[in-house]
Structure formats: C-alpha cells, structure tokens
Nanobody, 125 residues
C-alpha cells in the first residue's frame, strides 16, 4: 500500500514562505508523476504543480513564479516551496502520485491514484 504523508503546513503572513514535504512510502513504481493539489471547501480540487520522473514540471497560472515543485529520490520526498504567499493561497494542500508518466495539459485530479491526507496552509493579510 502506497502511503503519502504531507508536512510543513502552517500559518504565515502575506509575503512569507513555507515548504511543504510529501514523504512517499514506496518511491519508484508508484511515483512516475507527483503533484500538489489544493482544495477550498465547497470547490473542486485544484492542481497546483506536478513533476515528472525526468524532472519536467508544470504549474497552474496563479502560482507561476512563486511556487516550485521538486523531488529528492534519495529521501523519497517531493517538496513544494511556496514563496510570496497570498491570503488566497489559504487552504488544504494535498500530495498525489501516479505510477504512470504525467499527462500533458491541465493538472487533473483524475490523473492520480494515490493521495495524502493533506496539510493546512493559512496566510494572513
């Protein structure tokens, strides 16, 4: 059973930074595509960033230039560095993985098989 565990969430003021981590129990076969999503209550889960095994990345427009996704294959961990945080970034953030290569186009919830339980990010103005 693949387990994804997020950490690093918290409360910061606008303009601040946080780094989220996602530790994966079975790195390799289940992690050809990794991503971070976020979900505001009552809305659909939004794909924030994804990274392919070869290191190629994709971001949703609202976080380009502020967020960076990266992976450490030795530590079996994926990160989301979040800079210049805004109050509208406040929500739960989820890590996701899939055993197949990332597909092109928009980061979709339906493209991912395994999910973490989330970590809360709160940005105050």
């Amino acid at each position: 059973q693949v387990r994804l565990v997020e950490s690093g969430g918290g409360s910061v003021q606008a303009g601040g930074s946080l780094r989220l981590s996602c530790a994966v129990s079975e790195y390799g076969s289940s992690t050809d595509c990794m991503a971070w999503f976020r979900q505001v209550p009552g809305k659909e889960r939004e794909g924030v960033a994804r990274i392919n095994r070869d290191g190629t990345t994709r971001y949703t427009d609202s976080v380009k230039g502020r967020f960076t996704i990266s992976q450490d294959n030795v530590k079996n961990t994926v990160y989301l560095q979040m800079n210049s945080l805004k109050p509208e970034d406040t929500t739960m953030y989820y890590c996701a993985s899939d055993p197949f290569e990332c597909s092109d186009g928009v980061i979709l919830e339906t493209d991912f098989t395994y999910w973490g339980r989330g970590t809360q990010v709160t940005v105050s103005s």
